[in-house]
């Protein structure tokens, strides 16, 4: 097999490939040969068809097959030769074809960049640290309080908070517009659903009562064509219902997994849970620092286009999955969510993704069978039955592998750490949550 190399770019490859004829033609006449002791034909009988009439009549789909078998394989073994890492799927230009002939073809792909490894130096690391107060636990419970809470019919008038079924019908110059009106429509004071000014409208209204609010939609407003348009909404209100927080008892307590227990053991299971979200905030914070640290090392490290697509598409998939979308071959998901709203995210994960694999083979690290289970089981806490859920992922390879992927990672950030100055930042729980939220 001949090889030759070509460099059009910092990244790209174009490789022209030669395959002796006899491969091919080899591996066809094997192909037909076997396929001759099967195949049924009208007037032959099974396992006598002459090879003159299998090649007449499947010589030509079988040269299709063996052609692309051929190109794929032999394009392996080229990079392999000329110690080449493809990124991606190479782009393949056939030049001869012939029957009798030599096999050439043309493949032009990027390639891995070459990466060399930089000493990591002292630098700065801000941890944030934070104690679960009495404070923080009530203010939870009062969350799950309000979650399984009733809503009864207000004998006051609308307040912040508040639910208020109303009838409202707006108007732009007085003209009616598309969606401007609802019946029987609830909404939450204080929910920012509605335009700035709707729901502090409300605040004041009783039931029967009807009120007029002179608005004014956002310059942002979704909808371009409403966008800074003065309107008139005039509004019913039907009914006032403010909500009655559940009761801390048993029932609230089993709703959140505590079957047996008392406000005691609930506070105490909400603190561990609480413990365990700002130990991964926290965790997910330093670790976002060092990989920020990384990246500025490598900030000139040119990346494979290839990969930054092929990432920007996982990255769209996910989102349209994650709103509830079902992908179809109908639909057109780059009109829907554009390159632009994944490319600088995509890029930063590809380049810390290739960066870090050169790390982590440079140190030899292996995943620590250890923190590997103390990570499954981490993950298996929170559910019932923990035990089988520790068991399933021992026996899903799939989800194994993910876990000491994410171990491995782990161990390279603590071996990084290593070199750091960490100074530690009393943060409030609320705090520490917030600043999980930023770490994606």
Known sequence: MQVDVETTSSLERRLTIGVPADRVENEILARLQKASKTVRLSGFRPGKVPMKVMKQRFGPSVRQEVLGEVMNQSFQEAVIQENLRPAGSPNIEPKNLESGNDLEYVATFEVIPEITIKNIDAFDIEKPTTEITDGDIDQIIEVFRKQHGIWNAASRPASNGDVVNIDYKGKIDGDDFEGGSRDAFDIEIGSDSMIPGFEEGLIGCSPKEEITLPL???DDYHKKDLQSRDVTFTVIVNDVKELEPAAVDEKLFA?????DGDEAGFRKEISGNMERESKAAIRGRVKQQVMDMIIDKYDALEIPSALINQEIQAQRNRMFQNIGGQLDQNINLNEILPDQMFSEMAEKRV?????LNEYIQDYKLTADGQKVRETIEELASTYEKPEDVVNWYYSNQEQLASVESQVVEDQLV??????????????SYKEVLSLAQQNG
């Open 216 to 218: 004014r939609f956002p």
């Open 255 to 259: 709703a959140y997994g505590l079957k």
């Open 351 to 355: 380049k810390l993704a290739l960066i």
């Open 414 to 427: 603590d071996r990084f750490l290593e070199s750091a100055t960490i100074k530690e930042v009393p943060c």
